[in-house]
């Protein structure tokens, strides 16, 4: 795949985000990370930021879907925590960290991130 250096950043971009995003729950569900941790952590991401600079790009490419995917299951994910948590519990957010990972190896096996180590 033909990928210009704004679609390279893009990606490494949504990646890093989701990657961080896996790495916060994981810790919830190892209990090393408290409700209030992950919710600054989420915030910190800025996933908002995010959605509004790529989305439309997202949108546009088939090949992106998964980079969409991603990036919706965080955004929900930091705008719902409260009342999920609220409503299903903290264990529910291990369906999430499973969606994410999920999407994360789609897009590792997509765009050959392998090879961009240094960006991600």
Known sequence: MDLT??????IADVTRMGIRTAVLL????LQKVDGETLKWGLSELAVSDLMNKYFPFLVDKTEYVNLLNLLFLVYSLDGQLDYQITEYGIDSLKDDLE???FSLRQ??????????EAVV
Not at 5 to 10: G, I, K, L, N
Request: no cysteine; net charge negative.
């Open 5 to 10: 250096q704004s679609d390279r950043q893009m």
């Open 99 to 101: 969606e994410i990972n």
């Open 107 to 116: 897009i590792g096996d997509t765009f050959d991130l392998p090879q961009w």
């Open 26 to 29: 994981r810790g919830v569900m």
